[in-house]
């Protein structure tokens, strides 16, 4: 069932003032598509703050070191006078996260918004921790607006399946320009699997093939259900895709720094 304190017009929008960030995979002490997460915050932090980001490479690296696998989050908080404060958190990440199977998908649960949270990663996520806390285990909220439009997960990027090709949300400015999307859509192409960026709605994802979401920590990660409703499982496009970005992040030949 969807989650049971869905969001409203009236709930007030994530706040700026606490800042924008970065969740990074680190693989072997080596920062995952680290170039593309530091340009996507570089630009939050320009169209927000009116400021540069500042030099964060070195710190990143640093930080990264001493673990095999795990997340590091980068946030950058405006302070008086335009400058920025930077926070670095480092936790581990339990194998079975990375680039589940089909026995680990999970399941989505609709959350009603009257708009996407947009094209920042917000460090205010009360609004997406509260609606996670009421779905039970293994499941995952779905950002639907009007008309069934949808929107993301409160944890990644969303993709059907249909007739072979990927369909998924536009890059309109209502959802997250996701690291792992894009990468997903370059391995999809290269595959030659027909990727179309277009709007879909919620029957969309009932009637398609697969669906599945990518998001910078699980890499590619298989969906069984949507508000209870078990959807069809024709994985092979799903894992075609999920081998070439392993690969592409994980494989030493193909790592992407």
Known sequence: MPPDQPLTPDVPPPDP???????????ENRPVELDAHLARLAASVRALYGAELPDSRDL????????????????????PGGQLASTVIVAGVDPLDLFPGPELAIELSTLPVPRGLGDHKWADRERLVRAEASCGPRVVPLLVGPGGTVY????????????????????????????????????????????AEREILLPQLREAESV?????????????????EELAQDGEVTAAIAGALRELWLEPSGAAA
């Open 17 to 27: 003032a606490r800042g924008v960030f970065e969740t990074i995979l680190v693989f």
């Open 212 to 228: 599945f979401m990518t998001g910078s920590i699980r890499g590619v990660e298989p969906v069984r259900a949507l508000d209870g």
């Open 60 to 79: 990143v690296l640093a930080n990264a070191r001493g673990g095999g696998l795990g997340r590091l989050r980068l946030t950058m908080t405006p302070r």
């Open 152 to 195: 993301e997960s409160s944890r990644g990027n969303v993709f059907a399946v249909s007739g072979g090709a990927i369909l998924t949300p536009p890059l309109d400015g209502q959802i997250l320009p996701g690291v792992a999307r894009a990468r997903a859509i370059e391995v999809a192409r290269e595959l030659g699997i027909e990727v």
